[in-house]
């Protein structure tokens, strides 16, 4: 597959494009009305906010989103958000209708349509409501402050006399003076941008935010009337397969396309080695592309899935301090006991149930398309540079997207539909086959982490040397009391990665990497609280104790201790104690959060079975307690196929994972029973909710599992064989 440099990626989605929807103060405003509708209609902007790796941050006055109040009285957000499971299509809803002091049922929203939505560089990060929500809550107290203002004139009264009630506006020295929204805005056409601070209400203020709501969407989920990519269906649409190699890097030396020709009504495009076969029937595809035969010259192996850990200490020539303070060569010497460990990580697969998907076709010279992907408009850039065509040609339309995981900020399928739709002039289907979902998916790295610490003659921690190496910085920082600590990433310059240029920016690592749930705090936090719970035995202390021993300095987590402690019942014991609990913290997208497990291990087989867990969060403000917990329930049980089953095999840049018949992903056998709590923090911004219980999940079974049989592991996954050959060792 033909890739784009990350630099060339990055300019591309940086220029400066025609803004079409972006800004309606670039445009003509009755061709905006048109687009949108008449009433009072606000944009704001997100301000600078962290991003995925490659897509930079617009100019901080650029319009993030528009809020309508219309002639109608519905509330109408357009953003380029999108959902996929995690739910913001009924929080955001939820935070709207309370700072409007609407019905929840009056709130529409519109997710990632580039025609109709501001430009949004994606979502990612759990950033949706923590961060776009609480600008949004502004712009909507903005508006109710204008429609008080509108309403104060046209009721003939100060607006401190005035109340808001489902949309309606009144009068307290006079109820029965009354003006609704939709009569306020009726053929009226009000634009106006907020950029001044708006006070929101307080949480005793609130109708929706802080009940459980179930999300808007489940009905026609569960019922299957939800609409993916993969479910649009075009007049003349054709069925695209692409000709891959048998592992990245490899160059097409030779192709017969003859037999797949044979088959009827098959047609063959072709740009270069870019060869795609298409059909009407989504079976006689798949027949026609067994039927082509190609010869490919394939790199040369350089690294297995046994070498990798020692390969990225050695390729890694940078790094830098995230965090340091004291000396650790006197924190060393205070020690009586000094622990030195390495772990390994190995590459993770997104292994979305929904295959990477898109369907596109061209009306007139625009492009339409139906994509499964987390970043509509910079994968819209993406591909009006591939089709050397404006942006404001492709159209991205709203669609479900059935789960990303950070998978899906990067969208290849979009551009190769894009280009064979041009190849072909027909409306086409790409749907990714899951070989080729693993084989072209951007991977959780794999890490190594160094972690040399001690404890003194009174059992606290005295010293900490922290490396990590190519995992990323996310989670690598403690939070611990320890007066001597240092923690370093070690990586590779970004001038080294013209060596290979056919690893895009991800060299050394032989396959495409990138955000994958939690990004690198999952294998920050398995590590450091392993460690962690390796000390507190060794110094003879409860694994809960000894952690509240050290975090005087972070009350916040020491509070989520104590309420995760006494929900799962934790009684002190020094481990290994046998009874099979385990504990990890972490930090993650502005949450403070505790995992405990408690696990039953084989120790015939070395199977782990979870058999219960607790999450304890502090996210703040929860706005919708129900979404809250599936969340944190969702993220834990994908966080169990990191801890025991999931790795990507592979020899050099060929991977043998195929298909989950060798890369197993959690069953429904493997679920615990779960039960989520959280700190009352509801006067507290919200924080996010989508990514933090799958990075403790990993240590606190871990720990379980030492605390079950005295055996550590240091390589994840925890599979029956290590499990078993870590017991046998002892």
């Not at 009006?384 to 050397?388: S, V």
């Given at each position: 597959m033909k890739r784009q440099d990350g630099m060339k990626r990055q300019e591309a989605i940086t220029r400066k494009v025609s803004r079409d929807m972006n800004d309606p103060w670039e445009m003509d405003r009755r061709e905006f009305m048109r687009k949108i509708g008449g009433g009072l209609i606000l944009s704001f902007s997100l301000g600078s906010i962290p991003l995925a790796a490659g897509i930079p941050q617009r100019e901080e006055d650029e319009v993030n989103a528009y809020l309508r109040i219309g002639e109608d009285g519905r509330v109408t957000l357009f953003t380029g958000k999108i959902e996929m499971g995690q739910g913001p299509i009924t929080s955001l809803p939820m935070m709207l209708a309370d700072e409007l002091d609407v019905r929840l049922e009056d709130v529409?929203?519109?997710m990632g349509d580039t025609d109709l939505c501001?430009?949004?560089n994606g979502t990612f990060g759990s950033l949706s409501t923590r961060q776009y929500g609480q600008t949004m809550r502004g712009a909507a107290a903005k508006a109710r402050a204008i429609l008080l203002e509108m309403a104060a004139e046209e009721l003939k009264a100060d607006v401190d006399d005035l109340r808001v009630k489902e949309g309606v506006v009144f009068r307290?020295?006079?109820p029965r003076k009354k003006v609704s929204y939709a009569d306020l805005t009726n053929g009226k056409k009000i634009m106006r941008k907020i950029d001044e601070a708006v006070e929101m209400k307080k949480p005793d203020e609130f109708t929706y935010m802080g009940t459980s709501r179930k999300h808007v969407d489940a009905y026609e989920k569960v019922t299957g009337r939800a609409k993916y990519s993969g479910d649009i269906r075009v007049p003349g649409m054709m069925y695209a397969r692409i000709v891959r190699p048998p592992s990245l890097g490899a160059k097409l030396t030779r192709i017969d396309t003859s037999g797949a020709e044979a088959i009827e009504g098959t047609e063959i495009v072709r740009d270069g080695d870019f060869v795609a076969v298409l059909n009407a029937s989504q079976d006689l595809v798949d027949v026609a592309l067994a039927k082509v035969d190609a010869e490919y010259e394939e790199e040369k192996p350089e690294v297995d899935d046994e070498s990798i850990y020692q390969y990225v200490i050695e390729k890694a020539d940078n790094s830098r301090e995230l965090e340091s303070k004291g000396n650790l060569e006197q924190g060393e010497k205070r020690s009586v006991q000094v622990f030195e460990s390495e772990y390994h990580d190995p590459y993770l697969a997104h292994a979305p149930i929904e295959n990477h998907t898109a369907t596109a076709w061209f009306e007139d010279d625009r492009l339409i398309m139906y994509a499964s992907c987390q970043t509509p408009f910079p994968t819209r850039e993406d591909i009006?540079?591939?089709?050397?065509m404006p942006s404001e040609k492709v159209y991205l339309k709203q669609v479900f997207t059935g789960g990303g995981f950070g998978g899906k900020i990067y969208n290849p399928q979009a551009v190769e539909v894009a280009r064979i739709v041009k190849l072909s002039g027909k409306p086409v289907q790409l749907v990714y086959s899951r070989e080729e979902e693993f084989m072209h998916d951007r991977l959780r790295p794999a890490a190594t982490v160094k972690l040399r610490s001690g404890i003194d003659e009174n059992g606290r921690m005295s010293f900490w040397n922290y490396d990590v190496y190519m995992g990323g910085t996310r989670g690598a920082t403690h939070f611990y009391d320890i007066p001597d600590h240092r923690t370093k990433h070690h990586f590779v310059k970004r001038e080294t990665q013209d060596i290979h240029p056919s690893y895009n920016y991800n060299w050394p690592h032989p396959?495409?990497?990138?955000?994958?749930?939690?990004?690198s705090n999952n294998t920050n936090t398995w590590a450091r609280e392993s460690q962690v719970e390796m000390m507190a035995a060794a110094a003879g202390k409860d694994a809960l104790e000894f952690r509240l021993e050290h975090l005087e300095g972070d009350p916040k987590m020491a509070e989520v201790l104590r309420l995760g402690g006494k929900t799962f019942g934790w009684t002190p014991a020094v481990g290994p104690s046998g009874r099979g609990y385990g504990i990890a913290c972490g930090i993650d997208a502005g949450t403070w959060l505790a995992v405990f497990a408690e696990v039953k291990v084989d120790k015939k087989t070395g199977h782990v079975q979870v058999v219960r867990c607790v999450v304890s969060q502090d996210m703040g403000l929860v706005v919708n307690p129900q979404g809250a917990i599936i969340q944190a329930e969702g993220g834990l049980i994908m966080g169990l196929g990191y801890?025991?089953?999931e790795?990507?095999?592979?020899?050099?840049?060929?991977?043998?994972?195929?298909?989950?018949?060798t890369y197993s992903i959690p069953k429904i056998s493997w679920t615990p029973e779960i039960e989520v709590v959280f700190v009352d923090k509801q006067h507290e911004p919200p924080q996010g909710g989508g990514e933090p219980s799958v990075v403790g999940i990993g240590g606190a079974v871990a720990n379980a599992v030492f605390d079950a049989t005295s055996a550590r592991l240091f390589r994840l996954p925890m599979t029956p064989e290590r499990v078993?050959?870590?017991i046998r060792s002892l």
């Open positions: 529409d929203i519109i501001p430009w949004d307290v020295s006079r009006a540079e591939a089709l050397g396959f495409y990497t990138g955000a994958w749930r939690g990004p801890t025991l089953s790795e990507i095999k592979f020899q050099g840049r060929k991977m043998l994972d195929k298909n989950f018949d078993l050959e870590a």
